[in-house]
Every structure is written in C-alpha cells, then in structure tokens.
C-alpha cells in the first residue's frame, strides 16, 4: 500500500505541472461578474484593510494557500516553502491528505512545517471517506498534532474516487461520522470539496453536523478527474474519467447557493481562482477566506521566495480592485451595487436591455432572487 499511496502523490504532481488538467469547457462563473467601477474613489490605496480574524488567528490578507501535497520527499520541499512564504505574507495554508504521514510515520515529516511557520493559520487534512475505513476521531487529533494544526480538513472527493482504479466508493452513513468528529476533536472541522463544488443539500447537511467552515471548492480549475485520467491504468478507466472532465457545480455559482442556504456559515471560495479579482468577486460573493492552488504549485517547486513574490502580486491586484470599486474594506466590498452580476431585470440601457446581456446593477442577494 505504501509505496502506491508514495508513487500517487509523486503522480499527482507531475501530471498537474506537465499536463492540461483544467475544464475543458466548465468555467468558474466568475467571469458573469464584474465590479462598478469608480472614478473618484474617495480612498486612499495605502489604507485599504484586507485583514481578518479566523479561528483565533489574525490574517493580513484573506487568501489561503489550498491543500495540495504531502507524502514525498518532492511534497515536502514544496510544503515547506509554501509555508515560509505563507508565514512570512500572514496568510492561511491548508495541507494534503495527511493518510500517507499516519501509515507511515517516515513521511508524517513531509508535512510539518511549524518550524518555518509557527504563526500560521494552518489547516490539517484527511480525506472524509476514511471515517467510513476504520478512521476514527482518535485518527483525526492525531493527525491535527502531527503538524500542530489550528483546524482539520476534511475532504469530500467521491467523483475523484470513483474514476480512479481501487478508488474508496463506500460513502453511506458518513455524515453521522463527520458529526462525531465534529463533536470531540479539539479544534474546528472544516469540510471542502476539491473542485467539484458543493450543493445547497450537502451545505445544509454539512451545517447539520456541525462543521465550522465549508470550503466550496467549485468547478472551473483543476479538474481532477483530468487528472486522473492521466494516470488512469486501463482503457475503460480512461473512459470513465474523460466523460465526467466537465462535471460540477462551478465556483461562483456553488458559492452564491451555498451563502444564501448556509447565511451564517464560514465559508471559503476556491476552484479556478487565478487573480486578486478573482479573489474580490468571490469575497463580494460572501467568502470569508479564498483559497488558492495552482497559482502556487509552480513557484513551491522553485523556492520560497517564488511563492512569496506570487503571494504579493495577488494581494496587489486585490488592492487595487478594491481601490477601483471604493470598498476601503472587505465588508464594503459587499454592499450593494458593488458587484454587478447576471440579472434578468431590464438594465440601464432600457429596452435594449435583453439584447445586450442585462445586468442589474445590485447586491449579490437581488442578483439571486432575479435568478430563482
């Protein structure tokens, strides 16, 4: 088992920074979306305040650097640099499936990265399914103490399962499960798909059990049955993972859903996000934290120093972004007439409104009653 779990991380890796593993044809959404843009912005760019408070921790910035790898020698060198670089920019960083540290304890090294982050927000992770293997919550505190975690993970990935060869299909009951983690361990769960979204259902659900923050994940980034289709051993399994390559609820739509159904939940964007725009829109959405991976992989292959320059070009553009709407901070960001979204009323270019693609100029909240 070992070694499989070992060559799938190092696959895993190499297939995201060889090969195209985005959609092909599913996008974020995010594109529908585009901010009123202001003139005289009444705003010093200096002055704009991004910072945050999650789970304790103060943030500079809301952006997190998302759960990717673990569990080789290659994984390890970039998680350290991803979290030098997140510790040095105070920013938030989740890590990969932590299964390969628990079952051996050689590789639990690849993941801990305290000794060049002690002040992060840093998230542990393990793949959800596991609860249904003989996981048990005294599995899941360890692997929150085996990198000094602040939060854990939990990661819902059936589709991912399901195309890959050996894949873990069993999910009944497993919410039940998720509620026992939920109850006894000793710091917040968070539940996150890995870029096919999450459903207004699956929110409710996830509220149920008590999770403390969903991360949609939404579709329109890496596609993970892309990815897996290139390390698929057989035809049929090729097949199969080629005809779900557009599958899933896309980003912006998975977030706005899953605001309006979930209003008091924690949530994180993520899936496709590529700019500090990308990253406004998405805070403008309701998101409280917006993750990104690809943007990092490739620069945490190089050094620190990479990932950090990567880190402050996306903070930059969302400074900006903001400057150019007004919103000085990021609960102005969210104030009606900010984000002008798909709408159906008849827009401000009267009659000719249904030709040219009308956008209601409103809140992220009217733009969903004008969609229902």
């Known amino acids: 088992m070992s070694g499989h779990h070992a060559h799938r991380k190092a696959d895993h890796i190499r297939i995201n920074l060889d090969q195209d593993v985005d959609f092909p044809n599913l996008t ?20 704009i305040d991004i910072s945050l408070t999650l789970f304790g921790k103060r943030l500079q910035s809301p952006i997190l650097i998302s759960s990717m790898t673990g569990g080789t020698a290659e994984a390890g060198r970039i998680n350290l640099h991803l979290a030098e670089a997140a510790e ?33 927000l840093l998230f542990a992770n393990l793949g959800a ?30 589709l991912q399962e399901a195309v890959q060869a050996g894949g873990d299909v069993h999910w009944a009951g497993l919410a039940r499960k998720i509620e026992a ?28 059990v008590g999770v403390a923050a969903i991360d949609v994940a939404g579709a329109g980034g890496t596609s993970w049955s892309e990815v897996e289709y290139h390390r698929a051993p057989l ?51 309701g998101a409280d934290l917006c993750g990104m991976a690809g943007p990092f992989l490739r620069p945490a292959t190089e050094s620190a120093e990479a990932v950090a320059s990567e880190i402050d070009a996306i903070v930059h553009e969302l400074t900006v972004a903001m400057f150019a ?17 798909p709408g159906r009323q008849r827009s401000e270019v009267g009659d000719r409104g249904s030709e040219v693609g009308s956008a209601e100029f409103a809140s992220p909240d009217a733009i969903e009653r004008n969609q229902e």
């Not at 709407?325 to 979204?341: F, H, I, K």
Request: aromatic residues 4%.
């Open 181 to 208: 983690v939920c109850t006894a361990l000793s710091v917040p769960v968070i539940a996150k798909e890995v870029g096919w979204g999450i459903s207004v259902q699956t929110a409710r659900l996830l509220a149920d």
């Open 88 to 120: 040095a920019a105070g920013i938030a960083m989740g890590l990969g499936s932590q299964r390969a540290g628990l079952e051996e304890s050689e590789q639990a090294a690849t993941f801990q990265v305290r000794r060049v982050a002690p002040t992060i």
């Open 235 to 285: 035809a049929r399994l090729q097949r199969l993972a080629r005809v779900f390559a557009d599958w899933g609820i896309p980003t912006a739509e998975s977030l706005r859903l899953v605001h309006e159904a979930v209003p008091e939940m924690t949530l994180f964007a993520s899936g496709g996000l590529r700019t500090g725009i990308d990253i406004a829109k998405c805070l403008a959405l």
């Open 129 to 158: 399914v596991q609860l249904n293997k003989g996981y048990t919550v005294e599995h899941c505190q360890r692997v929150v103490e085996m990198v000094e975690a602040d939060a854990l993970i939990l990661h819902l990935n059936p």
């Open 325 to 341: 709407v007004g919103a000085g901070t990021v609960q102005a960001l969210r104030e009606p007439g900010r984000l002008v979204g």
């Open 28 to 47: 974020t959404g995010l594109e529908h979306y585009r901010f009123m843009h202001q003139a005289l912005p009444e705003l010093d760019l200096d002055k």
